[in-house]
Structures are given as structure tokens and as C-alpha cells.
T-cell receptor, first 113, second 115 residues
Framework: QQPVQSPQAVILREGEDAVINCSSSKALYSVHWYRQKHGEAPVFLMILLKGGEQKGHEKISASFNEKKQQSSLYLTASQLSYSGTYFCGTDNAGGTSYGKLTFGQGTILTVHP | NAGVTQTPKFQVLKTGQSMTLQCAQD?????MYWYRQDPGMGLRLIYYSASEGTTDKGEVPNGYNVSRLNKREFSLRLESAAPSQTSVYFCASPNTPVGLNYEQYFGPGTRLTVT
């Protein structure tokens, strides 16, 4: 079962903030976030491990709520370079997953000047 | 280090034709994956190989076969292409998981159109 991302699309002006949510119906061991530019491959942003960790990457951070089986990606003071499609990938099998992720359907983020 | 490479980059097939998509990684990773990406559907797992010599079905394996030729190479074959297989195909390989901490490295993708 794919995790569900919301919203499906976001349009921002430079400098505005956004939150992208990822929700799973299964227990989560870790959540990965990737960004994909048009016509390119997805690129790793960060991983959140079981334990409620919050991670940061420049002005992009994320949280992980195990009980609610949810993760949120926070983009603050958005830049034009943040435009792209954001995917969450969930690891539902823990140490036996061999790196197998189930990806959400993606959130399209567009930042305008 | 090239990372994950895929060939070809683009391909157009007629219904019923066959082809093999090639993937190679030079990072000495154990696992390799094939995903397909369709608009609004995200990335869906077709097949994966947890280690050399093993392969397993993912979420959408019908119409595909795979071969893990060696540790470096993992190929995806379409025996009889159908228009529903028009998609972008990504090969990926995670650095060997240490517990749960790993990153998926993606190849550049193959854009396949079946007419």
C-alpha cells in the first residue's frame, strides 16, 4: 500500500514556507524524502529513522511521528531551486527490507519569483 | 565513479516487440531495484534483487522479467511490450543498509514508449 502524500501540488512565491505530509497505513521503520526535477532522477534529501527524529538539510527539515505513522517535510524561505516533485518513501519492513521503499504519489512544488 | 547507469535513455517499441533495459552500478552495493514512474502514481517497484543470485517481485511485476547477471548488473526484460508499459523506468541501488540508515541511488531513467 502506497503512503499518501498531501497536498498533491503547492504553488509558492520565493520566501514562502510549505509543508508536505506523508501518511502510511502500515508501521514505519524509516521515512525517506526525495526531490525530483523535471526529466531527472529522484535525489535523496534525508532519512528519518524510528525514534521521532527530526532532521535538517539547509532550510529543509522533516519530522517523523511513529505513533501516527506520519512524516512531514518543512520547506522554509523557499527558493526557486526548491521547485520539483517531492516523494516520501517508507520502509515498512525494518532490517529485512534490503532497502526496499514504497513511494508516495508525489507532491509537485512550484516556486515563483 | 559513475554511480548507477542505465541504457538506453529513450526507446520506442511497437506492441508485441521485446527489449531489455540494462542497469549497472559501480558502488559495490548488494541490492538493486527496478521502478516504473507514471504521472500521478509515484514510483512503483517492479522487481528487486536483494543480493547477487536472488530476485523478487515487487508491486507491479506482470509483463516483466529480470536477471541479476552479477553484482554490478541488473536487467529488466519486456517479452511482449504493451502500450500500458509506456513509462519511465528507473533503476536504483541503496548503499548497503547499516540497520535502517541507507540512501537509494537512482539511475538517469529510460523513457519507453510503446505504440
Amino acid at each position: 500500500q502506497q503512503p499518501v502524500q498531501s497536498p498533491q501540488a503547492v504553488i509558492l512565491r520565493e520566501g514562502e514556507d510549505a509543508v508536505i505530509n506523508c501518511s502510511s497505513s502500515k508501521a514505519l521503520y524509516s521515512v525517506h524524502w526525495y526531490r525530483q526535477k523535471h526529466g531527472e532522477a529522484p535525489v535523496f534529501l534525508m532519512i528519518l529513522l524510528k525514534g521521532g527524529e527530526q532532521k535538517g538539510h539547509e532550510k529543509i527539515s522533516a519530522s517523523f511521528n511513529e505513533k501516527k505513522q506520519q512524516s512531514s517535510l518543512y520547506l522554509t524561505a523557499s527558493q526557486l531551486s526548491y521547485s520539483g516533485t517531492y516523494f516520501c518513501g517508507t520502509d515498512n519492513a525494518g532490517g529485512t527490507s534490503y532497502g526496499k521503499l514504497t513511494f508516495g504519489q508525489g507532491t509537485i512544488l512550484t516556486v515563483h519569483p | 565513479n559513475a554511480g548507477v547507469t542505465q541504457t538506453p535513455k529513450f526507446q520506442v517499441l511497437k506492441t508485441g516487440q521485446s527489449m531489455t533495459l540494462q542497469c549497472a552500478q559501480d558502488m559495490n552495493h548488494n541490492s538493486m531495484y527496478w521502478y516504473r514512474q507514471d504521472p500521478g502514481m509515484g514510483l512503483r517497484l517492479i522487481y528487486y534483487s536483494a543480493s547477487e543470485g536472488t530476485t523478487d517481485k515487487g508491486e507491479v511485476p506482470n509483463g516483466y522479467n529480470v536477471s541479476r547477471l552479477n553484482k554490478r548488473e541488473f536487467s529488466l526484460r519486456l517479452e511482449s511490450a504493451a502500450p500500458s508499459q509506456t513509462s519511465v523506468y528507473f533503476c536504483a541501488s541503496p548503499n548497503t543498509p547499516v540497520g535502517l540508515n541507507y540512501e537509494q541511488y537512482f539511475g538517469p531513467g529510460t523513457r519507453l514508449t510503446v505504440t
